[in-house]
């Protein structure tokens, strides 16, 4: 749980600079965008706390994802403002629409198999993907530039990687949610 709190502090930190930058800056809009994406993906570790500490997990289970998901569009939509690659709003929202598809499709499937894993993690990977894209079709065609399509373009692999990763170690998955709760009650009862 401290981990969660902490992701959500950073996350929030990231999204109060970029925010800053963007209004001090007030040119390309570029950092705007990467405000909205962090701060979109904020929702992600506070889902996550959600999902163990209400009665709704499927609720917060589904807003995790979206977030998720969607906050590394809208990384996509800043990298392409930020270095004037046109890219349509439309293969955004496609992507984005494209990964609930596919996470509404293996909802309540057999979890540490390697069809959910992969189909859970792709959404992710073609989002970092379509990023290294962005930055490799460039102008800008600078070390930096390499150096940032290479670290999107491996953590594309990542997502990938790790779930082939988990299921050859047999890693478990997170404990069933009514499980965590009844021992969190159990453990916070007189």
Not at 24 to 41: E, I, L, Q
Request: net charge positive; with cysteine; hydrophobic share 50%.
């Amino acid at each position: 749980m401290y981990q969660t709190i902490v992701n959500v502090a950073v996350a929030t930190l990231f999204t109060i600079a970029f925010t800053l930058v963007s209004l001090r800056r007030n040119t390309k809009g570029d950092a705007g965008w990467f405000a909205v994406s962090y701060g979109t993906g904020i929702l992600t570790p506070v889902s996550e706390l959600l999902v163990w500490l209400t009665p709704y997990p499927a609720v917060f289970t589904a807003t995790s994802f979206a977030s998720f998901s969607l906050a590394f569009n809208f990384m996509a939509k800043g990298l392409s403002v930020y270095y004037k690659q046109p890219v349509s709003n439309w293969l955004l929202i496609a992507s984005f629409v494209l990964s609930l598809i596919v996470r509404g499709a293996i909802w309540g499937g057999a979890r540490n198999t390697m069809p959910y894993e992969l189909l859970y993690q792709l959404p992710f990977a073609v989002a970092m993907d379509l990023c290294a894209m962005i930055i490799a079709s460039s102008r800008s065609n600078g070390g930096l530039e390499h150096i940032l399509t290479g670290l999107f373009g491996a953590l594309a692999a990542s997502f990938i990687v790790k779930s082939v990763v988990a299921i050859w170690l047999k890693i478990p998955g997170p404990p069933p949610h009514n499980t965590w709760t009844a021992n969190t009650r159990c453990s916070r009862s007189p």
